[in-house]
């Protein structure tokens, strides 16, 4: 009963929200130098991950360089996981990945606050939170965490002037973050074909513009929310993954891998690369460069030009 009530409230949620029309119109936020680079090309580290999560994130960022060449001393970073459902990983962040994350930020001695906000149909982002113990990781760690939608004046619009969107409105307090910092999960989605780097960004969308986020050209659209602005680091779960459906359901495998990079676009070509090698029946591209969302981002100048990028293991 509980569950039935949960999916009322959200699809009232998704079928309700409105975005207000005096948030206030502000430009994209300048994009961050990507200091991971050899011989002009970006970097994407992978690493196999053993039972020490911590170990294997540590590694992949090594591989790199150093955590310090994006997180000074005292940075306010914004680090936005994935919770857009409740769902088990890797329907949703593992908490163990989130943790290690956090612990090596504020070890480098970053302020770190969470941030997210669930799918329209999950709403409100709070119950998702309360159900996966986010809220007890959060208290435990000492650390902010935000559900975006609970804040309804806390919203900036960034003017993209993308081909299908000419605006975004997202939180301010990832606008006005120093840095920003993705945890993406590597796993299919039975619409948008990748949930990876370039997807994550749809959970800083306004609750109000998802409905016609999703009614046409939605790859094109997930890849243009990033014209708002670029993370200064991605580090990509893939140790668990759905290879088709997704995502929040679908058929699981077990790659055991963490993938990290300061690109957007490397990164997801190199995930999809990851999940074409199971040949499951989903809607990925066989040519990764051909999916629609990495299309749309080297259209905007997004990330990396096809093939220029750069696997350290």
Not at 83 to 89: C, G, K, R, T, V
Not at 163 to 175: E, F, I
Not at 255 to 263: C, F, K, M, N, Y
Request: charged share 25%.
């Amino acid at each position: 009963m509980t569950d039935f009530v949960d999916k009322i409230i959200g699809f009232y949620h998704f079928l309700t929200d409105r975005a207000t029309r005096d948030i206030p119109f502000v430009d994209p936020r300048p994009r961050p130098e990507n200091p991971w680079l050899r011989n002009n090309q970006a970097l994407v580290a992978k690493v196999k991950a053993g039972g020490d999560i911590r170990a294997a994130i540590e590694r992949a960022i090594a591989l790199l360089g150093s955590l310090e060449q994006v997180i000074d001393r005292g940075d306010r970073v914004l680090l936005k996981p994935n919770f857009n459902s409740q769902d088990p990983y890797p329907g949703s962040t593992d908490l163990a990945f989130l943790r290690a994350v956090v612990e090596l930020l504020m070890e480098a001695g970053a302020k770190v606050t969470i941030g997210e906000s669930s799918g329209g149909i999950w709403k409100p982002t709070r119950k998702v939170f309360r159900k996966v113990g986010v809220f007890e990781l959060a208290r435990d760690l000492g650390v902010e965490l935000v559900a975006f939608d609970d804040k309804p004046d806390d919203w900036v619009r960034v003017k993209v002037n993308g081909d299908y969107l000419s605006s975004v409105s997202v939180p301010r307090s990832a606008y006005e973050t120093d840095k920003i910092v993705y945890l993406p999960l590597m796993k299919t989605h039975f619409r948008g074909r990748l949930s990876g780097a370039l997807k994550l960004a749809v959970g800083f969308m306004h609750p109000g513009e998802l409905r016609a986020l999703h009614a046409r050209h939605l790859e094109q659209k997930i890849a243009e929310i990033s014209l708002c602005w670029q993370p200064n680091l991605i580090i990509m779960d893939g140790r668990k993954t759905f290879v088709s459906g997704g995502p929040d359901r679908g058929r699981l495998e077990k790659p055991e891998v963490v993938l990290a990079s300061g690109d957007l676009v490397a990164i997801d070509v190199e995930a999809i690369k990851v999940l074409l090698a199971y040949k499951a029946n989903n809607k990925l591209t066989a040519d990764p460069w051909q999916l629609p969302q990495v299309v749309a981002a080297l259209r905007h100048g997004l990330g990396t030009g096809k093939n220029r990028y750069i696997v350290v293991e």
